[in-house]
């Protein structure tokens, strides 16, 4: 895509052909918010077949057994206790399931899906295309993904209330032939502070413990009332019955302090951990923020600092409310009293 850079109204190249804005997040932030392109690091699946719809439906948490083309979704991946461990973004053209994947997510999920075939007729194979992702009206030729966040897609929930989140509006395509020329050019700095701002959880933001409520996942990844597949019990018993133990939030950071903290580092509340930053961004216009998956048990108002870098730099965050500490529970029934507190009728 370098090749294309030297066509952009305005960009200004180094000596190795890609423009000096990319590394600068305001610059990259503006060009993004007006519709500029970004080369995406992605691992792409295409699925053939005349059973590639019903048979992925059966193995994951997304209902797409009857998806029409060009319609987008996403998909989920969990182990049998129901934790996340792997998240497609998908589209079928008719006769191709395109799967988007986070670099370095592809290998895994190929081999895992290849053992699961049986005697489905679905071929899976890699595909060495170029992932084009974009905002805006000027497309790339190709498949594209239109992101389903922040909707609520049918059959989904969403916990928190999605309001107050900064815009997010993306598209991204396999490029299936040339390029083109992209009408801006932005990096990923700006893709990282837009998705963190909108409060959009990816596979970067999964552990070894996150279940898809956690992170407000059922909104657009799960589909409640489907049938069977592998972490189905543990899904419905959260929703129904229990509660997820931990919550996504966005941090706004203070913007004083020069370092910026990664994933991983710790997020504490009077001194005592209470959860990890799972991203963090410089935004065009918002400053430093980051998402973190914090203990549900940590008051909604408590005064955050993150122990930032390898210093443990402390740096005071605000917190928004992604997702509540009271997702779940959605059909939890009636406790019983205590044996202890029933009131006898006096003679």
């Not at 895509?1 to 890609?18: I, K, Q, R, Y």
């Not at 080369?39 to 193995?59: H, K, M, N, Y």
């Not at 370095?104 to 060495?128: K, S, Y």
């Not at 899904?235 to 019955?241: D, T």
């Amino acid at each position: 895509m370098a090749s294309a850079f030297v066509d952009v109204p305005g960009a200004v190249l180094g000596d190795d052909g890609v423009p000096l804005h990319l590394g600068n997040p305001i610059a990259e932030g503006r060009l993004l918010d007006a519709g500029a392109w970004v080369l995406l690091p992605r691992d792409v699946l295409r699925l053939t077949g005349a059973d590639r719809l019903t048979w992925l439906d059966s193995i994951t948490t997304q209902a797409i057994a009857q998806l029409p083309p060009g319609v987008s979704t996403e998909t989920l991946v969990l182990s049998p206790e129901g934790r996340v461990e792997h998240a497609m973004r998908l589209v079928d053209d008719g006769e191709s399931l395109w799967a988007i994947l986070d670099a370095g997510r592809g290998e895994a999920l190929e081999a895992w899906l290849t053992r699961m075939r049986f005697w489905a007729q679905v071929d899976i194979a890699r595909v060495d295309a170029p992932v084009v992702g974009w905002t805006g009206s000027v497309a790339p030729e190709g498949a594209t993904w239109d992101d389903p966040w922040p909707t609520v897609a049918e059959g989904g929930v969403r916990y928190g209330s999605g309001e107050d989140l900064g815009p997010w509006d993306w598209h991204e395509t396999v490029v299936t032939g040339e390029v083109g020329t992209p009408p801006a050019v932005a990096g990923t700095l700006a893709l990282d502070a837009r998705r963190t701002a909108a409060g959009r959880p990816t596979i970067a933001d999964v552990d070894d413990r996150t279940i898809p409520h956690e992170l407000d996942w059922l909104a657009t990844a799960v589909h409640l009332a489907k049938g069977c597949y592998r972490g189905q019990e543990t899904v419905a018993k959260v929703h129904n019955l229990g509660a997820p133990p931990r919550r996504l939030a966005l941090l706004h950071l203070d913007g004083s302090e020069s370092t910026l903290p990664v994933a991983g580092d710790v997020v504490t509340a009077d001194g005592a951990e209470v959860g990890r930053v799972t991203a963090a961004a410089q935004h065009h216009e918002l400053g430093p923020v980051a998402l973190a998956v914090l203990k549900r048990s940590a008051p909604v108002d408590a005064s955050l600092v993150v122990l930032a870098g390898d210093d443990d730099v402390p740096v005071a965050a605000a917190q928004q409310m992604l997702v509540p500490p009271t997702a779940g529970h959605a059909h939890r029934p009636p406790r019983l009293p205590r044996l202890g507190a029933v009131r006898r009728p006096t003679a």
